[in-house]
């Protein structure tokens, strides 16, 4: 009988208080959220069981107490099945998820119950339901997945997260510590594997971007550390990861990285058998003394009078917690220290040489060994240990995946890996967040509908459980705040109808300044017309108002709905216009801006078949150093759409492409990337071939950062079983080798890449000496 179920899965969960995990961070103070609910919710049960002939009568209670047995069940097991090593957040994000759905449940429950008419006993009166009722409603707490949630939305929009949302989300989910925050990257890492076996593409994605949050805890803390420890600026290469200390014995481990052999020890006798900062699985735990960097150090500490910390007396672990009072400090760090936490800020405002957006950088902390900076066509790789450089994502190189319309930034197979500064756009809140439009076609781990679909599970995006959540109305502040805007745009979207050009010069740089500052702001601006107006002044003759018009759009296409909304106001024909035409930096925004909007699907179709290749492939080649980048992001999601390879590569990119790999361009993981989705087309292969692109391939597959092994190795594996010729130039350039090496070392997909074309060598092999 489901009553019985009920109260048996009821005394199951409470028998949990002496489990060894209750008491742990955070899993103490859910227990006891879900524990409050079932004390209130036992009695009605015990007195349901003995009223069972006259409750289970009602079809509603059987279907009531038959879910809330199902969600006590699956509350228990969350519990049960967490060890020393689960994600934290992971955790948070589904037992947050479970918790309202029960409460939901309960107060339908106890709701119904008031209304029958049936002889019950006390406990079932409506006087008691009532008092039940009201011990429910007083059972309010704060949910940190609504500012998981916020935060995510922002990264997507490449507006943060802030250093508050971060601090709060280490709060709450236990992750005080830099330790603590490496050993959830590795957690969520393994929920990822997991995901990846079951081909769960969604749970991919969004772990993806956990990840990445995860990962920009750690680069605030680290930046944090360099600014505090000295007022010299101090080279991210001499800290060790894990202690966030300058290292006084550097060690190796055998994932090529250096730590402090006092704290890598300390990882390897908790039991963690993988590398902290690449994820990669250490094939053995012999710890070999890094004397270049020790030698680095100890020559930096002497010339700039710098005492070296005892690693033996360090208590640094460094919690999170208390740094949230240096922001203000921070927020002036120079763009060098930024960019020796691994982290590069792309989009800058181009009024002072800086774009409006902190463009998502792509410091990972799975690009391993070597820093692109350090080579010379990847031969000579660096002596110090590494430092992250900018990368897309990997592209497996095959249909079905990078047509996978996730729609998000850099990604063609679901990683959703966007990275950008732990500072970027601090500004941002969650209130704006909240109000931020959800990306389209992006899906987020399966977890549970609170009042919906009941009894059952289904994938929702996160900013559909954002959106569920109950927000806090705006404080009268903020909503005069809000209303100001609103009236300066109304302003401004007259002064954008002046025939002055004066008038519209001044009015364009000022919507491109408020669109710059928040999510709010764009959302104010996108509603009030005002894009068709900048779209508009996209082919003004005043250099200077073509330029705040196409930042502008370029700022409000960080806002969802705004790229739909640019699109539709048939932004795409003017933009090429501007790339075209206008000024370098005016180019750079356009190409950016297309980028932004090629994130929608069938965007990539409009604006592949309105002819922005040949202009975006002529700025990859002849451009500045920024507009190549904005160029290649652009190429790179345009080439996730079958119908524009061809064009692509029919325009030239290839050798352009081919060109960026050389590391002095700082774009080698880009236009690897870029490759590795032309290499799946005849074209593509034949132009690789042609330019000489296969030995560059086969030095990335050898040196590179773990995300251009990944394309370097899938698009290696296009070339080599779609055409004997092109197989043969593999093998004479020494694939061999390394591929054996990223077979046993590299990310599970470099490694799925590496096999299968190790493998398709020795079929080869085996077949050409069974002819002979």
């Known amino acids: 009988m489901e009553i019985s ?19 742990l961070d955070p899993f103490d103070k859910y227990y006891k959220r879900v524990q409050a609910l079932l004390l209130v919710l036992k009695p009605i049960a015990d007195a349901s069981v003995l009223s069972s002939d006259l409750v289970l009568e009602e079809e509603k209670l059987c279907k009531s107490f ?5 969600d006590v069940d699956h509350s228990r097991d969350l519990f049960t099945s967490w060890h020393a090593f689960s994600s934290k957040v992971y955790f948070v994000l589904q037992i947050e998820s479970l918790i309202p759905k029960m409460r939901d449940t309960i107060v339908d429950t106890f709701q119904f119950l008031k209304s029958l008419k049936n002889d019950l006993p006390d406990e079932l009166s409506p006087a008691s339901l009532e008092k039940c009722l009201e011990k429910i409603n007083h059972l309010g707490y704060e949910e940190i997945s609504s500012v998981i949630d916020g935060a995510l939305r922002d990264q997507r929009d490449n507006v943060g997260p802030t250093p508050e949302m971060l601090v709060k989300i280490g709060e709450n989910t236990g992750l005080r510590s830099n330790q603590e925050i490496l050993i959830e990257a590795v957690a969520l890492e393994r929920q990822k594997e997991i995901a990846e076996q079951s081909e769960n593409n969604a749970e991919v994605e969004f772990l993806d971007q956990l990840i990445v949050i995860v990962n920009r805890m750690h680069e605030r803390l680290l930046l944090i550390k360099q600014t505090q420890t000295s007022s010299v600026s101090i080279l991210a290469d001499f800290f060790c990861p894990l202690s966030l200390e300058v290292m ?5 481990v055998s994932s090529g990285q250096t730590y402090e052999k006092a704290f890598i020890k300390r990882w390897i006798d908790l039991g963690l058998k993988v590398c902290p900062k690449t994820r990669q699985t250490l094939t053995h735990t012999t710890l070999i003394p890094n004397y270049t960097v020790k030698a680095l150090i100890s020559n930096w500490c002497d010339t700039n009078d710098v005492k070296l910390p005892d690693p033996n007396k360090s208590t640094s672990l ?4 208390p740094l949230l009072s240096c922001t203000d400090s921070i927020a002036g760090v120079s763009a060098s220290a930024l960019e020796n936490t691994s982290s590069v800020n792309d989009f800058e405002d181009r009024s002072n040489h800086s774009r409006e957006l902190n463009r998502s950088s792509v410091s990972s902390v799975e690009n391993g060994q070597t820093s692109e900076n350090h080579h010379h066509h990847l031969r000579s790789p660096s002596a110090t240990s590494s430092v992250s450089n900018e990368e897309f994502p990997r592209t497996d190189g095959n249909e079905n995946s990078e047509e996978s319309a996730h729609g998000t930034p850099y990604s063609s197979d679901g990683s959703g890996e966007i990275r950008s500064g732990p500072l970027a756009a601090a500004s941002a809140t969650t209130s704006s967040a909240a109000a931020a439009a959800p990306r389209s076609g992006l899906s987020s781990p399966r977890f549970m509908d609170r009042r919906n679909n009941r009894g059952g599970q289904f994938w929702r995006r996160p900013s559909d459980r954002l959106g569920s959540r109950i927000v806090s109305a705006p404080s009268n502040e903020a909503r005069r705040e809000l209303a100001e805007v609103e009236n300066q745009v109304k302003k401004l979207l007259e002064e954008l109808k002046s025939s002055s050009l004066d008038v519209q010069r001044q009015a364009t740089g000022e919507i491109r300044l408020l669109a710059k500052h928040n999510m709010d702001n764009r959302i104010v601006i996108g509603n009030s017309g005002a894009i068709v107006l ?7 003759t005043d250099s200077a108002t073509q330029e705040n018009a196409v930042t502008a759009l370029l700022n409000l296409s960080i806002n969802d709905n705004n790229k739909s909304l640019i699109a539709e106001a048939g932004a795409i024909e003017p933009l090429i216009h501007v790339l075209e035409n206008g000024s370098s930096e005016a180019k750079e925004n356009s190409a950016a801006t297309l980028f932004s909007l090629s994130v929608i699907e069938e965007n990539k179709i409009k604006i592949g ?7 975006l492939v002529d700025l990859l080649g002849n451009g500045t150093q920024r507009g190549k980048k904005d160029a290649a992001t652009a190429l790179f999601n345009l080439s996730i759409h079958q119908e ?37 087309i005849p074209e593509g292969r034949n132009a690789i071939g042609q330019e000489g692109g296969i030995g560059l391939l086969v030095e990335v597959v050898e040196l590179g950062s773990a995300r251009g092994k990944e394309n370097a190795a899938a698009a290696l594996l296009q070339l080599s079983t779609n055409s004997g010729r092109f197989c043969n130039m593999v093998l004479q350039e020494g694939a061999v080798p390394p591929l054996v090496a990223l077979s046993q070392s590299g990310t599970p997909r470099a490694r799925e890449k590496a096999q299968a074309l190790l493998s398709y060598f020795r079929n080869q092999r085996h077949g050409n000496a069974g002819r002979g």
């Open 609 to 615: 078949q309105s002819g922005a290749i040949g202009p």
């Open 5 to 23: 179920a009920l109260v048996d899965s009821i005394s199951s969960f409470l028998n949990l208080s002496s489990s060894r995990h209750i008491d």
């Open 318 to 321: 460094n919690e999170l917690s």
């Open 534 to 540: 900048l779209v508009e002044l996209l082919r003004s």
């Open 248 to 252: 006084t014995d550097p060690v190796i």
């Open 66 to 70: 038959q879910e809330l047995s199902h």
């Open 644 to 680: 524009n390879k061809g064009t692509i590569v029919q325009s030239g990119a290839v050798r352009y492409l081919i060109d960026l790999m050389d590391p002095a361009a700082g774009m080698v993981d880009k236009a690897v990337a870029v490759l590795a989705n032309l290499a799946t």
